[in-house]
């Protein structure tokens, strides 16, 4: 079979939700993202996904990525990647890693497909068939009370069989702090709880907020402040007990290990959809097994980086933190047809997931399938 890509599609997909949602920093009514096919001349077919900048992301794969993948051999993914990141140059922490993560987890799906085995067999091999995962959710609603649905979402999330739930916090440190005591009321002690503050704070609150919530049992504090204020991150790491989780803004590996040199986080978040892909994933988390850390990959978007990121999951080591075990998987249970329509990952009774065991990702796609959120298409031949 010849494995050399011979054509790669961009599909801009976009869904309105039923209701605006989203956390301390930002409100949201619509879900958008980028899906890249690639075929190879031998109809391999692989697919990949960058989420938070599609249009841009896109027009950077027409004019200057997808050039130079076209022609390459599906086979080499790293090799592949190498000479994508070449074109990485002023951008070096921004769109350019997000166009290139949806190549590479489109050129790793291939490289797969074509050999008739799950990703994670490509990626190193499965260390485990279920991933414990937690719920992300609920999110803000607009309104005098943003948290005022907590407690039945978190009801809803209880009975679909989770049992980990990280919620999101933000809006000032007194009120996250009395969400957090009645959050941990409502879960009892055998629920796992951590707090995701988006960004959204300062270092004063994040620290007034964690010295409020210290009997929570928080397993970790999320992004309390902008994920490139170091200054500010070190500051929380010195006057917290809490263990700081972080990364889902990060790019490149030189943004992990700026991070794990500096010892800010306890947890580590690369998103493969935005670090630089598959590629780039493994070498964050070898940088983290170096530092002892354990990886909890950021999952959101659609199916594509949905199961990319169970794979990937699959494929890291055991880490126990007091009363937890890593990896932890992300998974978003809100509205979300950008990855129902095309996958769906049940809990089962013990409230893991499964990692998918068909060839590559282990999920089909079809243009019909896409058809109802397609916004813009385009081709490179």
């Given at each position: 079979m010849d494995t050399a890509v011979d054509r790669i599609e961009l599909f801009i997909l976009s869904c309105k939700l039923p209701e605006t949602i989203g956390n301390a920093a930002r409100f949201f009514?619509?879900?958008?993202?980028?899906?890249?096919?690639?075929?190879?001349?031998?109809?391999?077919?692989?697919?990949?996904?960058t989420w938070a900048m599609a249009a841009p992301a896109a027009a950077l794969i027409q004019t200057v990525l997808g050039p130079a993948l076209l022609g390459e051999d599906v086979r080499h993914p790293r090799k592949t990647w190498r000479?994508?990141?070449r074109f990485i140059v002023n951008d070096r922490r921004g769109l350019t890693h997000m166009a290139i993560s949806a190549l590479d987890m489109a050129v790793w799906d291939a490289c797969a497909r074509s050999a008739g085995v799950p990703l994670a067999d490509k990626l190193g091999g499965a260390l485990r068939e279920r991933l414990s995962c937690y719920v992300s959710g609920p999110f803000l609603k607009p309104g005098a009370d943003p948290y005022a649905h907590y407690g039945a979402d978190i009801d809803g999330y209880l009975a679909q069989g989770f049992r980990t739930i990280k919620i999101r916090a933000g809006i000032g440190s007194g009120a996250d702090a009395k969400l957090v005591a009645e959050t941990r009321a409502q879960i009892g002690d055998g629920i796992g709880l951590m707090v995701d503050l988006n960004e959204a704070g300062d270092v004063a609150q994040a620290l007034d907020f964690s010295h409020r919530a210290a009997d929570a049992d928080l397993i970790w504090l999320e992004e309390p402040i902008l994920h490139d204020d170091m200054p500010g991150w070190k500051r929380i790491a010195a006057g917290t007990g809490m263990a700081l989780a972080g990364g889902e803004s990060l790019y490149g590996l030189p943004g992990f290990r700026?991070?794990?040199?500096?010892?800010?986080?306890?947890?580590?978040?690369?998103?493969?959809?935005?670090?630089?892909?598959?590629?780039?994933?493994?070498?964050?988390?070898?940088?983290?097994?170096?530092?002892?850390?354990?990886?909890?990959?950021?999952?959101?978007?659609?199916?594509?980086?949905?199961?990319?990121?169970?794979?990937?999951?699959?494929t890291l080591p055991n880490r126990t933190r007091p009363g937890n075990r890593f990896p932890f998987f992300e998974y978003d249970a809100s509205f979300n047809p950008l990855r129902s329509a095309f996958a769906e990952c049940p809990l089962d009774?013990?409230?893991?997931?499964?990692?998918?065991?068909g060839p590559g990702l282990g999920i089909e796609i079809t243009e019909a399938q896409l058809a109802p959120f397609l916004s813009a298409r385009h081709e490179l031949r």
């Open positions: 009514d619509r879900r958008e993202t980028l899906f890249v096919r690639i075929t190879t001349r031998g109809g391999a077919v692989g697919w990949g996904e000479k994508l990141s700026d991070a794990l040199c500096a010892g800010l986080f306890a947890v580590a978040q690369p998103d493969l959809a935005l670090c630089g892909g598959l590629t780039e994933g493994l070498r964050i988390a070898t940088l983290a097994e170096a530092f002892n850390v354990p990886i909890a990959p950021h999952v959101w978007g659609g199916a594509i980086n949905f199961n990319a990121s169970l794979h990937y999951a699959a009774d013990d409230g893991l997931v499964a990692v998918p065991t």
